[in-house]
């Protein structure tokens, strides 16, 4: 008998994946150059050329059993103390190995951290708006997540709400900054507000709270934002990495664990990770990416197409009258509907091929996402589109 709950997630699949079809399939209709998709998050830039350097490198000079065995539980030994050094280094804090688990890109670490700290029936609190993938993420291992409500004034954290919903059954919180879909960075004062909150509830529910801080654009930022790393803030942070924006990685799957080094138990709770990954299955993320993105820890991608585009759709959404928190990074930009309900929003839209994603799912009715992950050329070419669409609906 098939499990009903898998079987009922069917008829929920992801928004952001049903509109990124429709555009493939407009685009094989009229040419996808003529499709303005703003659907998915997919870095649009090449690989730094160090990275692929270092792969013909390893694959025309090492041992192929070396490069493509499986790696230690943990991960490779060099490639962790490699990544405890340059965290170190960054942020100030007494990485070492000890603190490292390699994982199959941030979903993988998220996979891990979850397990680490939640049972069944705990909660895990989030901030919307919020990657929507959460709630499988979450509700998958038995744990319950609530979403926090935005204070759409400017994408920080609704802190009345959370002091509410912070109750005793809440083991973690999750966060994302720069936040997807949102684009916004948290700033320092926000997050030593929220620490200075779960160190007071700690103490008194008697139970350590911990943050799971979800960090796969970390590294794409724009000028003049500051960016505060947040293991800095509080001590039971449990950092989720991923390579996949800051060096265009998406498909190679490669991320890290990072358990902040004054987290009590902290050499404990990597070592559980070797034990979750035998009940689902995230064992050893491939050899040879893990050796390559070592080589290459202080390098990303050419990531200033990213403000570019930001730029130039900021203006333009202003212009023709939209509201708009500016974003301080990532590669999405999330602009208030001109009408009530965004779902209507973005299906008349897609009568100018326009597909952009409602903001529902990601808990902010009301809003809707673009990601401009694409040639500045093709965002320039959008913004007719843009404009006549506002002009003839909504003028």
Known sequence: ???????DMLSGRSVIRQLAEFAAARGREIGYEKVFDYSLGNPSVP??????NEMVKMLTSQDSVELHGYS??????????????????????????????????AAGALAHAFRLVTEPGDEILTFAPFFPEYHPYVDLTGAVLKVVPPDTENFQINFEAFEEMLTEKVMAVLINTPNNPSGVVYSAETLRKMADILNQKSIQYGHEIYLISDEPYREIVFEGVD??????????????????KSLS?????????AVNPACKDAEIMVNMCVQISRGIGHNCPPSIIQLAVSKVLDRTSDLKVYETNMN????ELMDLGFTCVKPGGTFYIFPKALEEDAKVFCEKALKYD?????????????FFRMAYCIDTEKVKRSLPALRKFVQETYR
């Open 227 to 244: 960016a505060p790393c947040v293991s800095q803030f509080y001590d039971n942070t449990i950092m989720c990495y991923s390579f996949s």
């Open 47 to 52: 690989v730094p050329q160090d990275f692929t």
């Open 1 to 7: 008998m098939l499990v009903q709950k898998y079987k």
């Open 72 to 105: 230690p539980n943990l991960g490779i030994t060099s490639v962790r103390e490699a990544i405890a050094a340059s965290l170190e280094k960054r942020f100030g804090l007494p990485y070492r190995k000890e603190h490292i688990f390699m994982a199959s890109g």
């Open 312 to 315: 130039i759709l900021y203006e």
């Open 354 to 366: 326009l597909v952009l994603v409602p903001g529902d799912t990601f808990g902010a009715p009301g």
């Open 249 to 257: 990685l998406p498909g190679e799957r490669i991320g890290y664990v």
